[in-house]
């Protein structure tokens, strides 16, 4: 079966410093997400992507993030100055496309960033 | 605004009882909601979803769950638990406009299942 893959399971890194979260989406899907969970609080959605641009995103999403899909299987979410708040687990999902009402998003396992 | 409160944020149940996973919702036009479970150090699996179909929903590993319009309920269900239903439980609505396309989260119920 089919899943979205993401690397590395686990980033740490110093404050300051430049991340990229890697995804591999489930191939012919035609969206994609990234959410980010910070320890004992809600899920939180970051942004979707679809047609090469973003669709949405949320407050978190500021000018320190961008995503990008280089090569037409990765999705990738960069963070460009990390801060001690961007420590979370970070999900990827993708989704087929499908009419909305029906439309599921599918996870990857997450990425655990942890900045020092 | 849409918005997921699920009522419990721990349950313990024995191995063979009945699971009741409580969530209501808040939406202003018809959602589509799910379920979703996250096993220690694995991604976030779906369980099942409702999409204005049948208001009873049937899912994976026995789970099922009830969608009730005039409770903003949408809680979830097993008829016996099972030691490897110990996970982290997640409600979700879903908040679609156009390409926007967003998944809205409770803050999760931890399901302990003891022996």
């Known amino acids: 079966e089919p899943e979205v893959t993401q690397t590395p399971s686990h980033q740490v890194t110093q404050m300051g410093q430049e991340v990229i979260l890697r995804c591999v989406p489930i191939s012919n899907h035609l969206y994609f997400y990234w959410y980010r969970q910070i320890l004992g609080q809600k899920v939180e959605f970051l942004v979707s992507?679809?047609?090469?641009?973003?669709?949405?995103k949320s407050e978190i999403f500021d000018d320190q993030f961008s995503v990008e899909r280089p090569d037409g299987s990765n999705f990738t979410l960069k963070i460009r100055s990390t801060k001690l708040e961007d420590s979370a687990m970070y999900f990827c999902a993708s989704s087929p496309g499908q009419a909305f009402s029906t439309d599921t998003q599918y996870f990857g396992p997450g990425t655990r960033l942890t900045v020092l | 605004a849409q918005s997921v409160t699920q009522l419990d944020s721990h349950v313990s149940v024995s191995e063979g009882t009945p699971v009741l996973l409580r969530c209501n919702y808040s939406s202003s036009y018809s959602p589509s909601l799910f379920w979703y479970v996250q096993h220690p150090n694995k991604g976030l699996q779906l369980l099942l979803k409702y999409t204005s179909a049948a208001t009873l929903v049937k899912g994976i590993n026995g789970f099922e769950a009830e969608f009730k319009k005039s409770e903003t309920s949408f809680h979830l269900t097993k008829p016996s638990a099972h030691m490897s239903d110990a996970a982290e439980y997640f409600c979700v609505v879903s908040h679609t406009m156009g390409n926007n396309r967003k998944l809205i989260w409770g803050l999760g119920t931890s399901l302990a299942v003891n022996p």
């Open positions: 992507f679809y047609n090469n641009e973003i669709s949405e």
